[in-house]
């Protein structure tokens, strides 16, 4: 096995994703120390439970001497995360950060961030719709690509520093991708964040007819609302975060969406079956691009939820 | 293995559900003889070279002294099927089919009916994002529920023949359920028929922003989005038939949507993190109650889209 890319690893945030980095990290030899502090007791003890790492009792003393400061938190939590831990990062440590919006994710870190350490956000777009230290494996990183949004004063002094965290993130199986932060949020609006926020909403609307319904919503919901309810599972915490967080793209998406939408019901009232024939084969195209992308595989798959 | 439910059954239409019925009645044991039709020759071809049946030169000769004709064809397509079959079912014959939509398919095919057969009409709620005769597999019916929507005479003058229909979806490992047309109409509409129109068209909303965003937008569509990509590769033809035959139901649900939509879209707006946590959380429970119910295993699920 290779040197590890970082001798030190602080991570903050024990949950899916503090937790399968920890565990990629070890699996993978990416690090060689690892630390690991959750604002929240009882996650500290399950992660120590589940041998994550060294379980710290603050954030600083995590953070302590480390070479890169890795916080997975809700991206509300970044600005107070790092203001925890910006008096114990050493001269050259790097800070990152692994939240679904990363404008902002830049701005509420870099407030608090000293000059002597080096800010590139970052972006796994890996996960599941489980929660908690127990729900993290080491391959969830695996062959997903992990975008950094370095600015472009770290891009650059600092061109070293991203070569060793892309490095970091190679090693855990991702595939590594530079992007700048507003670029990084539309692109998200569309593929993540909007189809979560329709998720959860279709959820909460059959929930109210649920009662109508004497539990026939739940009993039948095999043809494709289930995997609705799968989406939308995912931690309500990091989700409100994401929308306050990334507000223009979701509202210029949701938007563009509810206007298209207006379409389509204005078909169905109508009876207009070429409109809809001509729809539905247009979204069947765009399937078909991503097949032939050869991105399709489970293992790429937000779909893959259960651990290998 | 018991006597088959039929000694023969015709399948007209074959789809991904016809050759799934016809690939499962033939494994199982449910049917004796098999008779195909295709309206497309090119069809009825590909059928043949998977030998999935006698494949016949018109709907008639395949309804030809069948106990069962299983009309496996889109919404749409019914009436005229039925009209095509009706002079040659024999007295007794169960005419039935696999729609999504129940109320309008009874109508289209009541029409044509002639009164010495029994009209029995059926949805099997599986499937997957593939069509054609090669996407057929003999389990996809496991587990899976089907709804039987017999009429009230059907109900008091024929009950042995809703019971034969359903030993013969039993047969094929499915648990049937009988119910009012209109009710399967409405709990589909929110289950099954809004989801895939939701999933048409977020990808449609991204295909056109696909052009802005230089492919992204499919590169980094793991989070989410992916899943409504499968969903949208459903077949066309059969989802426009779908939603002009449930077009009340599908009105009334997607008015309820685009009201709890606009709701989450102004907590959006004016960053009110409590209206969306608690919708997310509340979104989460119903997924709770799918899972205590458990009905979330993979087998019954939606995403059952590679063969076993």
Redo the contacts between chains.
């Keep these: 096995m290779a040197a590890p890319v970082f001798n030190h690893i602080a991570i903050i945030g024990a949950g899916l994703i503090g937790a399968s980095v920890a565990r990629a990290a070890a699996s993978f030899g990416a690090a060689g120390r690892i630390t690991l502090y959750d604002a929240d007791a009882d996650v500290r003890k399950r992660a120590g439970a589940l041998d994550l790492g060294e379980i710290c009792n603050s954030a600083a003393d995590a953070a302590d001497g480390a070479d890169c400061v890795m916080l997975c938190v809700p991206v509300?939590a970044l600005g107070a995360s790092t203001k925890a831990v910006a008096g114990a990062l050493k001269p050259g440590a790097i800070l990152t950060d692994v939240g679904?919006v990363k404008a902002k994710a830049h701005d509420a870190m870099a407030e608090h961030c000293p000059d002597h350490a080096h800010l590139i956000p970052g972006h796994p777009?890996?996960?599941t719709?489980k929660s908690g230290p127990e729900a993290g494996f080491n391959s969830l990183f695996q062959d997903?690509?992990c975008?950094l949004t370095p600015n472009s004063v770290v891009q650059k002094n600092y061109p070293d520093k991203i070569v060793e965290l892309s490095r970091f993130w190679e090693n855990l199986g991702s595939k590594v991708e530079i992007m700048d932060a507003g670029?990084h949020d539309?692109?998200?609006a569309?593929?993540?964040h909007?189809?979560?926020?329709?998720?959860?909403?279709?959820?909460?609307?059959?929930?109210?007819?649920?009662s109508v319904?004497d539990g026939?919503?739940?009993?039948?919901?095999?043809?494709?609302?289930?995997?609705?309810?799968?989406?939308?599972?995912?931690d309500?915490?990091m989700?409100?975060?994401v929308?306050?967080n990334n507000?223009e793209a979701?509202?210029e998406?949701?938007g563009?969406?509810?206007e298209?939408?207006a379409a389509?019901?204005r078909?169905?009232?109508y009876?207009d079956?070429d409109t809809?024939?001509n729809?539905?084969?247009?979204?069947?195209?765009?399937?078909?691009?991503?097949l032939e992308?050869g991105?399709?595989s489970d293992a790429?798959?937000?779909?893959r939820h259960t651990k290998p």
């Design positions: 509300g679904s777009i890996a996960g719709e997903a690509w975008i670029q539309r692109v998200l569309i593929t993540s909007l189809p979560h926020l329709i998720a959860y909403n279709i959820v909460s609307t059959a929930y109210d007819m649920e319904d026939q919503v739940v009993k039948y919901s095999a043809g494709g609302f289930r995997d609705f309810t799968r989406i939308a599972a995912s309500p915490t989700w409100r975060d929308f306050l507000r979701v509202l998406t949701l563009r969406f509810s298209d939408l389509l019901q078909a169905i009232r009876g079956g809809l024939f729809e539905f084969t247009r979204a069947r195209g765009i399937r078909k691009a991503i992308a991105e399709d790429v798959n937000f779909g």
